[in-house]
């Protein structure tokens, strides 16, 4: 948009005014005087609107993502307002959390699922939204197909009505989970009132273990952290493991700030960043792809920024980490035993007895060895092409133990059509998996995809609460992809190292 | 919009104990396949007062005795999880007008905010012992006072906290940020303008 005093420049003059006029704000809400930045002061700055009567910012949110949950009720509320979509090129809508993963076909048989698709379909052609939706190759997990397209980019915020949007602080974006109110607000305005969180910095260094993997550091930090640790926190995630860690890695991180308490998650974007972003479909091209890698490569923090708080991990004392509760910071190393309430922190003892009622697990006995039902390899936390690669490469020549349940959910159309071509889908279904199109699944069990009964779940998804996988009495137990193709050779939560020999 | 200014709640209380007590357990995810929030509120903790009754117990939003409570307590880290504001909105929608809990998770916390549905904090032996009065006593009134950032119930008085920002919003009547926000659409255009990535 333009805003009508410039309109009589010339764009070159335009942009230098304007860069003239950015500068001048940055300063005027600098407060006090630390020359080094962390990126989030930096991104904040940069999209800080004003601030409102009750205090809070009212911070500009360039990207906004929607999916088909959240935001019929806010598309209802505009509607009751009288109210239009301010930017509708910069929402991006697709369908995830409802669609079956075995019928591509509709109507759905589920009238409740299609009622909300249709919704979707509905509501993004009234007010000129971009849908990756069913048929064009591009739907999927939405913290999946952000960074596919190269929508989520560094320096931005993104909001989106999910709290795993912190996924997208992988790539050195401000992104945030958030409520339908907001999705409205978001739509009707491009804004939202916030605050600006503390930023705590968590570094881990050294060199991952083999078959030692992303998901098990931040399963570690959060257990480290505890579910709430991260409340009022923004985590800055950085140190060697990260710098050598891949893209994907970092969003599995990044992905589960929200289990740790943390609404935001971030790394600082770098030549990783930058060689995954290049040549996808939204990135920018040509002269403008350098202009943007110099303003994105400002935009990390500055050496010696100021963090209300530091925290640091040895990568080589991370072990496989797998949970044994009902919340993602009830974890523990593969080879430890299943804690008794006793040894835990006094205040955590009720909810570490319900776990372990909820679980059927014994206090003091090994984790490993637990009978395991179902195996489910996705998520928008575990569902990349990386992951699948990873299994694939060691599950090649391996079955299914019979009686378990496998299912493959790639975390999208993009993700399910390259691992086709590589010939990952087959190896997966000779193994006794089933290979499923993509969407959230077994993740929350909004589609037809639940557990059933009390069914044991070894997951590579984020959350193992109560009911979580649509079964009220369904257990979860969250680890890593690999440690997942292991419980399902196996038939039980197993040391993945050793089933398939990693060392 | 002019909003209520909320000052305090009045209400009967209503225990539902323990820690964490994420959005999946108030509201499943299954009962989220709808495209609008009326009817949530009989979902609320469905699955927990499912096995309630399946274990031949009363789950306290199914018990007689607090029928028409409208302030919640509970444990910490209350309503962490999803973002969902199905969460809230089922709460609200079943009849609950304010939460008092030891800790709130962030987004739950603003998303209740947004509603109208004042948080407020309080420790967690004084949480117990209003418990046990609501347990003798389910008809006594209580009033989360948010002008004396106090609990009141049967003659006695607690200390609450509340961020001073939310307790801004809830007394001023500005608890929901929209109008506020259009206000500022003009400073936002300017805003956008100045970032490449939007002005493209
Ligand atoms: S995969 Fe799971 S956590 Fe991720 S968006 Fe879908 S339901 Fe949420």
Redesign the interface.
Same mark, same amino acid.
Request: hydrophobic share 35%.
């Given at each position: 948009?333009?805003?009508s005093a410039h309109r009589h420049e010339t764009p070159a003059k335009r942009t230098f005014i304007?860069?003239i006029?950015?500068s001048l704000r940055w300063t005027v809400h600098f407060e006090g005087f630390h020359m080094s930045q962390t990126l989030l002061d930096k991104v904040w700055q940069?999209?800080?609107?004003?601030t409102?009567?009750?205090?809070?910012t009212?911070l500009?949110i360039?990207t906004h993502l929607i999916h088909e949950?959240?935001s019929? *009720?806010a598309f209802?509320m505009l509607r009751d307002?009288g109210?239009r979509v301010?930017?509708p090129s910069?929402t991006f809508a697709t369908v995830d959390?409802?669609v079956p993963t075995d019928e591509r076909v509709e109507p759905f048989s589920?009238d409740?699922?299609d009622?909300?698709i249709k919704?979707l379909r509905k509501n993004c052609a009234e007010h000129g939204i971009t849908f990756f939706d069913l048929p064009t190759g591009r739907q999927g997990i939405v913290h999946i197909v952000g960074p596919e397209q190269g929508i989520t *980019?560094p %320096?931005?915020t993104i909001a989106c009505?999910?709290?795993h949007?912190s996924t997208h602080g992988a790539f050195g974006a401000i992104a945030f989970?958030?409520?339908?109110? *907001?999705v409205?607000?978001v739509l009707?305005? *491009?804004?939202?009132?916030l605050?600006k969180p503390k930023v705590r910095r968590i570094n881990v260094n050294g060199r991952l273990s083999p078959g030692v993997y992303a998901k098990d550091v931040i399963l570690h930090i959060i257990r480290r952290l505890g579910?709430?640790g991260g409340? %009022?926190f923004a985590y800055e995630y950085g140190g060697t493991t990260f710098d050598a860690f891949t893209q994907e890695e970092r969003m599995t991180v990044c992905n589960m700030s929200?289990e740790g308490?943390a609404?935001v998650g971030y790394v600082n974007p770098d030549e990783t960043t930058f060689a995954y972003l290049q040549g996808r479909p939204y990135a920018p091209k040509g002269a403008?792809w350098d202009?943007?890698v110099t303003?994105w490569r400002a935009t990390a923090s500055d050496p010696g920024a100021f963090y209300d708080d530091t925290v640091t991990y040895e990568a080589s004392t991370i072990a496989p980490t797998v949970t044994w509760g009902?919340?993602p910071g009830q974890a523990i190393f593969i080879h430890e035993n299943v804690p008794s309430p006793h040894e835990v922190p006094e205040?955590?003892r009720?909810?570490a007895e319900?776990a372990l009622a909820h679980m059927s697990l014994q206090p003091g006995r090994p984790i490993k060895g637990t009978k395991v039902d179902v195996a489910f390899l996705g998520s928008c936390t575990n569902g990349r092409l990386s992951d699948l690669q990873e299994v694939a490469r060691h599950i090649r020549g391996r079955k299914v133990r019979a009686g378990v349940k496998a299912i493959v959910v790639p975390g999208s159309q993009g993700v399910a059509s390259v691992a086709e071509s590589m010939g990952l889908a087959e190896i997966f279904r000779e193994a006794g998996f089933e290979w499923r199109g993509a969407g959230c699944s077994m993740c929350? %069990?909004?589609n037809p995809d639940k557990l059933v009964g009390n069914q044991l779940c070894a997951s590579s998804s984020n959350?193992n609460?109560?009911?979580?996988q %649509?079964s009220?009495t369904g257990r979860t137990v969250l680890m890593s992809p690999l440690m997942v193709a292991a419980a399902a050779v196996t038939g039980e939560i197993s040391d993945a190292r050793e089933i398939f020999s990693v060392n | 919009m002019a909003l209520e200014k909320i000052t305090q709640v009045t209400g009967r209380g209503v225990h539902v104990p323990?820690?964490?007590l994420?959005t999946?357990?108030i509201i499943?995810?299954?009962f989220?396949?709808?495209?609008?929030?009326d009817g949530l509120g009989e979902f609320a903790f469905y699955?927990a007062r499912?096995?309630a009754k399946a274990d031949g117990q009363v789950h306290p939003f199914d018990n007689p005795r607090h029928a028409g409570a409208g302030i919640l307590l509970s444990?910490?880290?209350f309503g962490?999880?999803?973002?969902?504001?199905?969460a809230?909105?089922a709460l609200y929608r079943f009849g609950i007008r304010a939460i008092v809990a030891e800790?709130f998770?962030?987004?739950f916390f603003?998303?209740s905010i947004?509603?109208g549905m004042p948080c407020v904090v309080m420790s967690g032996d004084n949480i117990r012992a209003v418990a046990q009065l609501i347990d003798s006593d389910p008809a006594a009134l209580a009033t989360v006072d948010l002008t004396g950032r106090k609990f009141s119930i049967a003659d006695m008085d607690f200390p609450i906290a509340i961020p001073?920002?939310a307790h801004?919003?809830l007394v001023?009547g500005?608890w929901?940020?929209?109008a506020?926000?259009?206000e500022?659409?003009e400073?936002?255009?300017?805003?956008?303008?100045?970032?490449?990535?939007?002005?493209?």
């Open positions: 948009m333009e805003s304007r860069s006029l950015a940069a999209h800080a609107v004003r409102l009567p009750n205090g809070a009212q500009l360039g949950v959240t019929p *009720q209802g307002l109210l301010l930017y910069r959390h409802i589920d409740l699922a009622a909300m919704a *980019q %320096g931005t009505g999910d709290s949007t989970g958030i409520g339908t109110s *907001q409205r607000d009707a305005t *491009q804004t939202m009132a605050h579910v709430n409340l %009022g929200i308490g609404r403008e202009a943007a303003r009902i919340n205040k955590d009720a909810t319900e929350l %069990g909004m959350r609460f109560k009911g979580r %649509g009220p | 323990g820690d964490d994420d999946d357990r499943p995810a299954r989220m396949k709808c495209i609008t929030f699955d499912a096995f444990g910490s880290n962490c999880g999803s973002s969902r504001e199905h809230p909105q800790s998770a962030e987004i603003g998303n947004t509603l001073d920002h801004e919003a001023s500005k929901d940020a929209i506020d926000l259009l500022g659409v400073a936002v255009r300017e805003r956008a303008a100045a970032l490449p990535y939007m002005a493209a």
